[in-house]
């Protein structure tokens, strides 16, 4: 005859046991599943998040252009548009276009780059005290004034034919002083890189770079532009008096 030997319970196929492997792989499969979506849902919004981020900092960049333009219209093209033949002068939009360089670099650069600036309401620099204010004030009308003035004087001068032919001295030194101060300034933003703001002081001390050599570059490159803008329309007076009005608000 013929003996059946029985089949050992490893070897036998278990239906339930069958099912229950197949439930619980069925589970995996699904919550694998429901976890990529979720992360997918995640990582949208980040994206998402990013390139609203990006574009908004874009349009505040773009604002920022915007008031620097106007203001600087005010300080160099208004006075110059007073004088006959003022706005023909080729030295009045170059003082322009250096101008909205040097305050239009730093800026823009730390908001492309880095984010938006923080708001106003929050800047720690911001004057508290009257004498700081009234200080604040007396700066605010004297930069402008020590602006137009030699502004008017040169665009008056040129339309009776009375500035000197040629390259002199003025001119030579006013060079310098621009050249001098956008590499300053940005030198500064670059060493500053996200604490270029209108904020606070970076969470460390800057001491690399060219802050290593000048201890206020920011300021420095200011005083250094505005000399070198007076020297350029031939006022050496006007010269003295804007860098004696920024050494006295600055220190």
């Known amino acids: 005859g013929v003996m059946i030997r029985p089949m050992s319970p490893s070897q036998t196929a278990n239906p339930a046991n069958v099912g229950s492997s197949g439930l619980k792989q069925q589970t995996h499969d699904a919550s694998d599943k429901l976890h990529a979506a979720g992360q997918r849902s995640v990582a949208m919004p980040g994206r ?8 908004r900092s874009v349009v505040h960049a773009a604002v920022q252009v915007a008031q620097l333009l106007l203001v600087t219209g005010a300080l160099i093209l208004w006075p110059a548009s007073l ?3 003022g706005l023909l002068l080729g030295r009045v939009w170059l003082l322009y276009c250096v101008y909205v360089i040097f305050f239009g670099f730093g800026t823009l ?6 984010g938006e600036l ?6 720690k620099q ?3 005290s009257w004498a700081s204010r ?5 700066f605010i009308i004297a930069v402008p ?3 137009w003035l030699p502004m008017l004087r040169f665009c008056g001068m040129a339309a009776l034919g009375q500035m000197p032919v040629g390259m002199t001295w003025y001119d030579a030194l006013g060079i310098v002083l621009v050249l001098c101060a956008i590499g300053l300034n940005a030198a500064a ?4 890189g996200k604490a270029y703001d209108r904020i606070a002081p970076p969470d460390k001390l800057v001491t690399t770079d060219v802050y290593s050599v000048v201890q206020h570059p920011i300021y420095t490159s200011y005083m250094l532009l505005f000399s070198g803008f007076c020297l350029l329309l031939h006022s050496a007076p006007s010269a003295l008096l804007l860098t004696a009005v920024c050494a006295t608000y600055y220190r």
């Not at 650069?109 to 880095?114: D, P």
């Not at 923080?118 to 800047?123: E, K, N, S, T, V």
């Open 145 to 147: 004034v020590l602006h």
């Open 189 to 192: 933003a670059r060493a500053l």
């Open 134 to 138: 009234l200080q604040l004030a007396a």
């Open 118 to 123: 923080m708001p106003r309401a929050r800047d």
């Open 48 to 55: 998402l998040g990013r390139v609203l981020s990006r574009l």
């Open 126 to 128: 911001r004057s508290t």
């Open 109 to 114: 650069y730390r908001m492309l780059v880095h």
């Open 83 to 85: 004088a006959p033949g």
